[in-house]
């Protein structure tokens, strides 16, 4: 089983940056599509960005073209998630989460595994 943390959250003034980091455990997440999902006080839990187990990135939430990216090194067994131009509404927790279903997939119902979440603050 694949066990997973997130790092690298934290406060940020609006316009700067973060790297969000989730390190995976287990020899299965080499097969696994990993993504980032956020969830804001009061909100339901969002997509943010996905990846597939070879590198092609599924796709990004609407609201984050343009300023995140997502990447992964299988070598090791880490997900990343560059964030720019960060902006208030970007305040969230985040949660780094895995997947074995074998297609591209955006909903939290498909995600298995997920981390414990890391805080993003953004002052305005």
């Known amino acids: 089983q694949v066990q997973l943390v997130e790092s690298g959250g934290g406060l940020v003034q609006t316009g700067g940056s973060l790297r969000l980091s989730c390190a995976a455990s287990g020899r299965t997440f080499l097969s696994a599509a990993m993504a980032w999902f956020r969830q804001a006080p009061g909100k339901d839990r969002e997509f943010v960005a996905g990846?597939?187990?070879?590198?092609?990135?599924?796709g990004y939430a609407d609201s984050v073209k343009g300023r995140f990216t997502i990447s992964r090194d299988n070598a090791k067994n880490t997900v990343y998630m560059q964030m720019n131009s960060l902006k208030p509404e970007d305040t969230a927790v985040y949660y780094c989460?895995?997947?074995?279903?074998?297609?591209?997939?955006?909903?939290?119902?498909?995600?298995?595994?997920w981390g414990q979440g890391t805080q993003v603050t953004v002052s305005s």
């Open positions: 989460a895995a997947t074995w279903v074998g297609r591209a997939t955006m909903s939290t119902y498909d995600y298995g595994v």
């Open positions: 990846i597939r187990n070879s590198g092609g990135v599924i």
